[in-house]
C-alpha cells in the first residue's frame, strides 16, 4: 500500500508525465486520422502550398520546442529549491507547523 502511495505521489508531483501521457496520445490519433480516407474538398483536408505547410509545421515546432524548454526550466528550478528531493504532504504540513510556532 505504501508503495503504491508512494509511485501515485511520485506521478502526480513529476512535470514530465502529462507530456508524456499527452504525446504518445497525440502519436496515437495521428496513426487513426492518417487512416481515414479524405475527399480533396472535405473542410479538414489542407488547401495551403508546400510553402504553407512548411510554414505551418515550423511554428508547431517552435511551440513545442518552446514547451519542453520551460517544462526542463520548471523541473530544474523546482529540483533546486526544494533539494532535490520531492516534498509529500507530511513534510508540507510539518513546515506549515514549524512556520506556525515560529511566528508566536
Same mark, same amino acid.
Do not use: P, Q, Y
Given at each position: 500500500m505504501r508503495n503504491r502511495d508512494a509511485f501515485r505521489e511520485y506521478m502526480t508531483g513529476s512535470l514530465w508525465v502529462l507530456p508524456g501521457i499527452s504525446a504518445v496520445l497525440a502519436l496515437v490519433a495521428g496513426f487513426?486520422?492518417?487512416r481515414v480516407p479524405l475527399n480533396p474538398e472535405s473542410p479538414f483536408a489542407f488547401?495551403?502550398?508546400?510553402?504553407?505547410a512548411r510554414t *505551418? *509545421?515550423?511554428?508547431?515546432?517552435?511551440?513545442?520546442?518552446t514547451v519542453i524548454a520551460l517544462v526542463?526550466? *520548471?523541473t530544474a528550478r523546482g529540483r533546486q529549491s526544494r533539494?532535490?528531493?520531492?516534498?509529500?504532504?507530511?513534510?508540507?504540513?510539518?513546515?506549515?507547523e514549524v512556520r506556525a510556532q515560529l511566528t508566536w
Open positions: 487513426i486520422l492518417s488547401r495551403g502550398t508546400e510553402d504553407d *505551418l *509545421l515550423s511554428n508547431v515546432t517552435s511551440t513545442v520546442v526542463l526550466g *520548471l533539494g532535490d528531493r520531492a516534498l509529500s504532504c507530511d513534510d508540507t504540513r510539518s513546515e506549515m
